[in-house]
T-cell receptor, first 112, second 114 residues
Framework: GDSVTQTEGQVTVSESKSLIINCTYSATSIAYPNLFWYVRYPGEGLQLLLKVITAGQKGSSRGFEATYNKETTSFHLQKASVQESDSAVYYCALNSNYQLIWGSGTKLIIKP | DMKVTQMPRYLIKRMGENVLLECGQD?????MYWYRQDPGLGLQLIYI???????SEGDIPKGYRVSRKKREHFSLILDSAKTNQTSVYFC?????????????FGAGTRLSVL
């Protein structure tokens, strides 16, 4: 079946440094899935950060970027300079038939 | 204000007790979802509701049932809770048209079954 694998557990980054959270996918039921990043800030529900529906395209929001790479089946999340307010759990997902398939989430911790 | 509200936020129950998790949304979304998330796993879909009294099983419906009598309200019921149902439960809603539409989530209910 379809699956999403992302950087496991947590990532600690110093404030103002760059970030990359890896996401790779396997999509057998759909040739060109839509790809998503959701974010969950402390005490809040998940919210859409960005999505890309076309292979080769890049999505961006709040300083974060992710490029849909069909050749490497990847959708890594990057930010050039993180801030304390970016502390959250980040989830990669793809659409498969009638539902979303989710990665396990990556907790981002920002070091002052 | 676009909001999905889950109640309660934290719940401790004993094995065999009944559990009711409530979810409300103020966006008149047709579609609503219940997910659970366990450590190291992605969100797993329990049930999806396409509108009032139009519910479908997700990937892990066993041990759960749902009720949707009003568009804005979707309940998850555990009859005789089991310890392996200890988890974080998320409710979400979206416009009809498939999951390419944005899902709006509640803050989650952390359920412990002892």
């Amino acid at each position: 079946g379809d699956s999403v694998t992302q950087t496991e557990g947590q990532v600690t980054v110093s404030e103002s440094k760059s970030l990359i959270i890896n996401c790779t996918y396997s999509a057998t039921s759909i040739a060109y899935p839509n790809l998503f990043w959701y974010v969950r800030y402390p005490g809040e529900g998940l919210q859409l950060l960005l999505k890309v529906i076309t292979a080769g395209q890049k999505g961006s929001s709040r300083g974060f970027e992710a490029t849909y790479n069909k050749e490497t089946t990847s959708f890594h999340l990057q930010k050039a300079s993180v801030q304390e307010s970016d502390s959250a759990v980040y989830y990669c997902a793809l659409n498969s038939n009638y539902q979303l398939i989710w990665g396990s989430g990556t907790k981002l911790i920002i070091k002052p | 204000d676009m909001k999905v509200t889950q109640m309660p936020r934290y719940l401790i129950k004993r094995m065999g007790e009944n559990v009711l998790l409530e979810c409300g949304q103020d966006m008149s979304h047709e579609t609503m979802y219940w997910y659970r998330q366990d450590p190291g796993l992605g969100l797993q879909l329990i049930y999806i509701s396409y509108d009032v009294d139009s519910n479908s099983e997700g990937d892990i419906p066993k041990g759960y049932r749902v009720s949707r009598k009003k568009r804005e309200h979707f309940s998850l019921i555990l009859d005789s809770a089991k310890t392996n149902q200890t988890s974080v439960y998320f409710c979400a809603s979206s416009w009809t048209g498939g999951v390419q539409n944005t899902l709006y989530f509640g803050a989650g209910t952390r359920l412990s079954v002892l």
